[in-house]
Structures are given as C-alpha cells and as structure tokens.
C-alpha cells in the first residue's frame, strides 16, 4: 500500500558529493515529516524536514548535507557534499504519514553510501 524507496548511494572519494533520493508512493493523506536515517550504533537520525518545510541536522553532518522536497511530488532529496570516511553507512528513508485514523512511520531498505579513503 505504502512503498518508501531509496536510490543514489554508492561509491565515491572523499570530499566528493552524492544525492540521495526518497520517492514515497501509496495510499496516504498526508505526509507529516521525512527524516533520513544511518546505521550508526545509537542509529542516528541525519535530517529531517516536516510537511511545513522545517528542516533539521545532526550535528555531524551540519553544513555539508542539505534535505529538501520536490515541490508536487513525495520526493525527498539528501544533497551530501564534503562527504568523508565516516559517512559511509546504509542510509534509511523513513517517512511519518498520516493514514486516517493515525499516524504510522515507514522504513525503506536503504541505500549504501560507501566514501574511500
């Protein structure tokens, strides 16, 4: 009913840049808010944006990656430059849509950032 796909990740040399795509597909109402996720031991969130547009960082990666929203389509883009050693990961899409009569979180796969060194 509900698809959240990644794509973008790969390989790529430090201080190179990648963009990560979120498409969302389904059956929803509304979506509340996209946050971009890596696996990291405590599983931390990277960003996020809200449905109103407000966007969030974790300190880590502050400066260097940018979220942002296609307007008229449930894409959601992580623009990560600068990227180094420590950001290769499996970055997650989750997205927090309003599904009448509640609201529900959902995981997609994810997609491998892999920065060498």
């Known amino acids: 009913q509900v698809h959240v796909v990644e794509s973008g990740g790969g390989l790529v040399q430090p201080g190179g840049s990648l963009r990560l795509s979120c498409v969302i597909s389904g059956r929803f109402r509304s979506i509340n808010a996209v946050n971009w996720y890596r696996q990291t031991p405590e599983r931390e969130l990277v960003a996020g944006i809200t449905?109103?547009?407000?966007?969030n960082y974790a300190a880590s990666v502050k400066g260097r990656f940018t979220i942002s929203r296609e307007n008229g389509q449930n894409t959601v883009y992580l623009q990560m430059n600068s990227l180094k050693p420590e950001d290769t990961d499996v970055y997650y899409c989750v997205a927090d849509l309003v599904l009448y009569p509640s609201r529900r979180s959902y995981w997609g796969q994810g997609t491998r950032v892999t920065v060498s060194s």
């Open positions: 449905g109103t547009g407000d966007t």
